[in-house]
């Protein structure tokens, strides 16, 4: 957390990807002030090998990490000053143990091999949750709760509209 989104000030977004080194540092970080906030408030991902060695390195380490980071993408002084800074470990959870969205390996023809399985119900099994939801123009709304929400009230019209037919007949 910062003062300011001191990146807005500049035009930048507040968003980071990274898809060059994953070993060695974070893969993505997201502008997450919110909306009525004078503060800025950014949140930052580290996975597999660097997500293991950040969580051997001290609070205080894994903060002055974080900040060089955004500094190296912004190039800003402000990114080296946190006004806080907190950790959340995904792979502690109970029931996760892992990351806090899902990653579903291609199939040959670069469609996921679980993904569109599981939006076909088979028999009298349906599927709902973060990691199904499809939006109109295809695309993949994993591992957020909206999605989880959206499939939860699609399946539910689905099965009432079946319900009422079997009851009419």
């Known amino acids: 957390m910062y003062k300011k989104p001191f990146w807005m000030e500049y035009n930048f977004s507040g968003s980071i990807f990274n898809a060059v080194n994953l070993d060695n540092t974070f893969y993505v970080c997201m502008d997450n002030t919110p909306p009525d906030s004078n503060l800025g408030v950014l949140v930052c991902f580290a996975q597999d090998k660097f997500g293991n060695h950040l969580a051997s390195l001290s609070h205080e380490d894994r903060r002055d990490v974080t900040a060089k980071f955004v500094h190296s993408y912004y190039g800003k002084v402000e990114a080296l000053e946190p006004l806080w800074y907190t950790d959340f470990d995904w792979a502690g959870q109970e029931g996760i143990e892992g990351g806090c969205a899902t ?5 040959m ?39 989880a929400i959206r499939t ?18």
Not at 124 to 131: A, E, F, K, M
Not at 158 to 167: F, G, I, T, W, Y
């Open 109 to 147: 023809d670069g469609a996921s091999t679980f993904g569109t399985s599981l939006n076909e119900n088979f028999k009298r099994t349906s599927w709902i949750g973060s990691d199904l939801q499809v939006d109109g123009d295809h695309v993949y709304r994993r591992g957020y709760v909206d999605s």
């Open 152 to 169: 939860g009230r699609e399946e539910a019209k689905r099965l009432v509209a079946l319900l009422e037919d079997k009851a009419s007949e």
């Open 103 to 107: 990653f579903w390996p291609p199939q």
